[in-house]
T-cell receptor, first 119, second 115 residues
């Protein structure tokens, strides 16, 4: 079974530029998450999708960050314009279906992440 | 507020010995899930083990076991027979109760296995 795919793996941009990340979840997983992990910290949720609907985007800086999952499969996360403090690893994860939380069905599987450096 | 606390920034263990990584959590929800993930230097978060709040027995997955003490709100990870490849960051996480399943993570513990 293929895991969560993300691209690019690395990105270096200058502040005020824009950048986009792509994620393809595990086949059949209805729930998709984007996390931001700043160096030395644990991941922090940015946005959560259930199929193509947003479940939680309370911690997404909506003035500069946007995300979509139009067909309920792939997702893109965009930053425009980027700031220095956006330098982090952006992790995408997926899980089967959290609308019916039941033990290991809620386990989230992560992709390799995208390391973003904003100069 | 829901919170995960990992008090050990770094730990050392000799190869082939066992090690315990501490995790305490805070929640008022009766139903929750606890997870441990491993993050090697490559950056990917690797799922290790899961414990549900209503599970009667402590979870085990190969060399990993979870010492779940509900009254003390602790969920320590025990790695038996440490291997050099176990050197990594380890994160404890909790599913936020009442929401749709996203995770709250601790700050992590860096484990170094010595040969």
């Amino acid at each position: 079974e293929a895991g969560v795919a993300q691209s690019p793996r690395y990105k270096i941009i200058e502040k005020r530029q824009s950048v986009a990340f792509w994620c393809n979840p595990i086949s059949g997983h209805a729930t998709l998450y984007w996390y931001q992990q700043i160096l030395g910290q644990g991941p922090k949720l940015l946005i959560q999708f259930q199929n193509n609907g947003v479940v939680d985007d309370s911690q997404l800086p909506k003035d500069r960050f946007s995300a979509e999952r139009l067909k309920g499969v792939d997702s893109t996360l965009k930053i425009q314009p980027a700031k220095l403090e956006d330098s982090a690893v952006y992790l995408c994860a997926s899980s089967l279906d959290t609308s019916r939380l039941a033990g290991r069905r809620e386990t989230q599987y992560f992709g390799p992440g995208t390391r973003l450096l904003v100069l | 507020a829901q919170k995960i606390t990992q008090t050990q920034p770094g730990m050392f263990v000799q190869e082939k010995e066992a090690v315990t990584l501490d995790c305490t959590y805070d929640t008022s929800d009766p139903s929750y899930g606890l997870f441990w993930y491993k993050q090697p230097s490559s950056g990917e978060m690797i799922f290790l083990i899961y414990q549900g709040s209503y599970d009667q027995q402590n979870a085990t997955e190969g060399r990993y076991s979870l010492n779940f003490q509900k009254a003390r709100k602790s969920a320590n990870l025990v790695i038996s027979a440490s291997q050099l490849g176990d050197s990594a960051m380890y994160f404890c996480a909790m599913r936020r109760g009442g929401s749709q399943g996203n995770l709250i993570f601790g700050k992590g513990t860096k484990l170094s296995v010595k040969p």
